[in-house]
């Protein structure tokens, strides 16, 4: 039976001193039946009971193959409430546990990705400081080095826990210093002291340098091992940390995410990725998440209900399975 009570984590978490009175119409919350889920019961007194926010940002500004993702959100919460709420591994349905609320999609600032996540880390800061679990969705992969900020600030021992189809370590592409096909790179400019990355098989000779000059910060698990993957041993560095989870839809093997820029055969399967966030959840402090890189297709709905099924066990396994 999985533990249900969340246990006094040793890692630095946000205070009730720190935090700030949860305002929910500062955060321009959608109607809970519109919202991720879309639970039409009213099983929160009050939005401000709820746990989680979901923010959806469809930035969609530096893709270099299929594009799409700015609609990737949307697709997301659609699907959502069409999951079951029901989950048989905790044999509950967890959502009740930590409630969950969704804010409005944000007017973003498509003349420059600079400005756009700074305005994703303005709102992910206001989540933070309200004492919620921010669930972000994209949106290219590229938000990622916005929403990391105030993370950064508030967990000095903070550890990423990325899956992706590439390393994500260009310093820049296509003369965009935050391009998705740097997305790591730049989360890697903080002083982040733990990449874990899961799924890789595309890393450009002009990123190994890099890799090689880090080895201390970044470990890969390639997608071409994933057969002797042990996913204890992968997340073991996590131990005792606040975690944040950054998963591009991309590192899922190709037959299951068709809709997504860059699909690539080789990678992870579903059991693989809950695999190893279980696994993570139960010696870490997972304190936020994003998934990007969904380019919703018409009529391949699957791939949106696969997104947003992986969101929902990220939130159970980050609330319901905590150490």
């Known amino acids: 039976m999985i533990k249900k009570n969340v246990i006094k984590s040793a890692v630095k978490k946000v205070t009730k001193k720190n935090e700030v009175k949860f305002n929910p119409s500062q955060l321009n919350l959608v109607p809970q039946e519109l919202g991720f889920l879309g639970v039409e019961e009213k099983y929160l007194k009050s939005p401000k009971d709820a746990k989680v926010v979901v923010i959806p940002f469809g930035l969609e500004k530096s893709v270099s193959y299929g594009g799409g993702t700015k609609n990737g959100p ?163 560095p996590l131990k005792g940390r606040p975690v944040f989870v950054t998963f591009d839809l991309d590192g899922f093997d190709s037959s299951l995410m068709q809709a997504t820029g860059t699909p690539e055969p080789g990678g992870v399967m579903w059991e693989d990725a809950l695999d190893i966030i279980r696994e993570a959840s139960k010696i870490s402090n997972i304190v936020g998440a994003d998934v990007v890189e969904l380019a919703p297709v018409k009529q391949l709905h699957s791939c949106d209900f696969l997104s947003a099924k992986l969101c929902y066990k990220i939130l159970s396994y980050a609330h319901l399975n905590r150490k």
């Not at 309200?130 to 600030?153: C, D, W, Y």
Request: positive net charge; contains cysteine; hydrophobic residues 40%.
């Open 74 to 236: 949307k697709a997301i919460i659609k699907a959502s409430q069409q999951v079951e709420l029901f989950d048989e591994e905790f044999w509950c349905e967890p959502f009740r546990q930590y409630g969950v609320a969704t804010m409005k999609a944000p007017k973003i600032d498509y003349n420059s990705v600079p400005k756009s996540l700074n305005q994703l880390e303005k709102i992910t800061e206001q989540v933070l400081s309200a004492g919620k679990f921010p669930l972000i969705l994209g949106g290219e992969h590229s938000i990622t080095a916005g929403s990391i900020r105030p993370f950064v600030k508030r967990y000095p021992d903070l550890a990423i826990l990325h899956f992706d189809a590439h390393a994500d370590l260009r310093d820049g592409y296509d003369g965009e210093h935050y391009s998705h096909a740097a997305a790591l790179r730049r989360v890697m400019d903080n002083p982040i002291s733990t990449l874990i990355s899961c799924g890789i098989r595309n890393i450009s000779a002009g990123e190994v340098p890099y890799l090689e000059a880090n080895k201390h910060r970044i470990t890969i698990h390639f997608g071409k091992d994933r057969r002797s993957w042990d996913a204890k041993k992968i997340v073991a």
